[in-house]
């Protein structure tokens, strides 16, 4: 068995979360960015993390949010971890009094090492697919063999992952953890409790 780390991202509903957490995830999501389908507000997202059961990590996602908006978030949710998935500077990540991940939307020709060097203060470095304007979520998967094998932070792997490939792609890039969203929906923001389940079964058993 390896120990691969697992997130299921866009939660909105308690009942998902609930399955997430029973299913054996590691860790929820919590988008904060209005323009995303699967966006909550501090009401919903104060419901889903009062639900859950110890030892379950609370991440919220943000998109060139300002610090007024993230501190605004942060003074009404005991989040665990931040996840910035815009432009972020590395000095715009810092200073929140939380750990935090940077998301990168990974294209041919990008130097991932440099990035670990820029981001030095993050705790991993989480990749995704890149689609112009499109700032994740995407449900598309990338070529990861544009991942180095060897990075100087933690990698947690994102984009178009799903009970059928995630196998596959721990495999070949040996990730830290793994971040689905789309992949176990029956409908945006809508997580099937049956492909959480099969998901963390096929991470468990890759």
């Not at 929820?28 to 889903?48: C, E, H, M, T």
């Not at 933690?154 to 830290?176: C, F, R, T, Y």
Request: aromatic content about 6%; proline content about 6%; hydrophobic content about 45%.
């Amino acid at each position: 068995m390896n120990n691969v780390r697992s997130k299921i991202c866009g939660i909105t509903r308690v009942e998902d979360a609930l399955a997430a957490a029973r299913a054996g995830a590691d860790a929820i999501g919590l988008v904060f960015y209005a323009k995303s389908p699967r966006a909550v507000n501090v009401q919903q997202a104060r419901a889903i993390v009062q639900a859950l059961p110890p030892f379950v990590t609370t991440v919220g996602l943000f998109v060139d949010a300002s610090r007024c908006e993230v501190g605004e978030i942060l003074d009404a949710l005991p989040l665990d971890l931040l996840q910035f998935h815009g432009d972020e500077t590395p000095a715009q990540c810092e200073g929140h009094g939380r750990p935090w991940i940077k998301a990168l939307r990974v294209r041919p020709g990008d130097d991932l090492e440099a990035a670990c060097q820029e981001y030095v203060g993050a705790r991993a470095l989480l990749l995704d697919a890149y689609v112009a304007g499109v700032p994740g979520g995407t449900g598309q998967s990338f070529d990861w063999s544009l991942i180095p094998a060897r990075l100087s932070k933690p990698v947690v792997l994102a984009g178009g992952l799903s009970p059928d490939n995630v196998a596959e792609a721990i495999a070949q890039v040996k990730p830290w953890a793994v971040d689905v969203s789309g992949g176990v929906e029956q409908a945006k923001g809508i997580k099937d409790a049956q492909k959480i389940d099969a998901f963390l079964r096929a991470v468990r058993g890759a």
